[in-house]
């Protein structure tokens, strides 16, 4: 590999792992902070990514906080669409390959169990909303050369750096809580960043486009998750489970965004995800020892 790859978001939990296993490539690698590219100022997007001229783009920054974007729809729409939009048209001018990671938080309303890439997204929050209207924007702004990779709910980043659900339960049985408590009304499936982050780099080399959903096999809740964690760090106290009437957000939470491929495995199956409770292990494994 020998492209100019501009990553938006490398210092998020994907892009962080992305931007690493770039490193030992021959790409020269263009990662922006916020001073020079903000995602709520798009004018400046279009001009930035001419002056770079990549071509190579992984869009992998977005407002991601799902509650903040329910309580503040217009910020949600500029960083996640119009920003999109604007970096789609600068990827098209530049005869540049987009890949986009999009949510499975798209999903939602029909009130399923599981999605693939057949059925018609309808999101239930903003932040779901704002990331399909991404898509959308990809798909009219650079119609030949995108990847949209749906994720589920990302586990990843580490000792000390996840403090994310997973992050949060380890650091629970660390400090040797009695009980636990996770929602088991809600449903979704894992993707976990560093296998996402090892498809990016096979499709960036083979210049994959297409929409795809990337997740561990099995639709499952957080309940289901912490149970996993715990039979894994051999927890002796309690797992209890709540409903999500317990932990009042802002944006609603579908019943289930569980997702999965109809077409991944069609692709190469050494980089396909695995079953869930493998794919969380693999993670949990990071953190021991
Ligand atoms: N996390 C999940 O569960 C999940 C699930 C499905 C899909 N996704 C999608 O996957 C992608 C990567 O997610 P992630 O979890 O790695 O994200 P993350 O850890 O929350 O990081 C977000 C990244 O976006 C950047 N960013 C946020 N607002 C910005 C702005 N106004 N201007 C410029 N940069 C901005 C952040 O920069 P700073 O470091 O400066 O804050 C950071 O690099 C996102 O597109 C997200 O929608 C995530």
């Known amino acids: 590999m020998s492209d100019k790859i501009f990553i938006t978001g490398g210092t998020g939990m994907l ?3 992305v931007a690493n296993a770039l490193s030992d490539t021959h790409c020269q690698i263009v990662v922006a902070d916020r001073h020079r590219f903000d995602l709520s100022n798009p004018k400046c997007i279009y001009s930035f990514i001419r002056e770079e001229r990549p071509n190579v783009i992984l869009h992998f920054a977005a407002e991601t906080d799902v509650d903040l974007c329910e309580r503040e729809p217009a910020r949600a729409g500029i960083c996640n669409h119009l920003a999109t939009e604007q970096i789609a048209k600068a990827a098209e001018a530049c005869g540049a390959w987009l890949l986009y990671i999009s949510s499975s938080n798209v999903f939602g309303a029909e009130g399923k169990i599981s999605y693939n890439e057949l059925d018609i997204p309808i ?3 903003y932040y779901g909303r704002s990331k399909l209207n991404g898509e959308e924007a990809v798909k009219a702004n650079c119609p030949e050369r995108h990847l949209i990779l749906r994720a589920g709910w ?3 980043g580490g000792p000390g750096k996840d403090h994310k659900f997973v992050g949060k339960i380890i650091q629970q049985i660390k400090n040797g809580a009695a009980e636990l408590k996770a929602v088991s009304d809600r449903l979704g499936s894992i993707t976990y960043a560093v296998q996402l982050s090892e498809f990016i780099l096979w499709a960036i080399n083979q210049r994959q486009t297409g929409t795809f959903h990337f ?3 099995g639709t499952i809740s957080r309940f289901d998750i912490a149970r996993a964690i715990g039979d894994l760090l051999n927890y002796r106290g309690d ?7 317990m932990f009042p957000l802002s944006a609603p939470r579908p019943f289930s965004e569980g997702i999965k491929s109809l077409y991944l495995s069609t692709l190469d199956e050494s980089i396909n995800p695995g079953y869930w409770k493998d794919d969380l292990a693999r993670y949990i494994a990071t953190f021991q020892g």
């Open 15 to 17: 892009g962080v792992y």
């Open 239 to 245: 797992i209890v489970p709540v409903q999500s009437s």
């Open 215 to 217: 997740a561990s096999n």
């Open 154 to 156: 990302m586990i990843g």
């Open 123 to 125: 999101p239930t929050n």
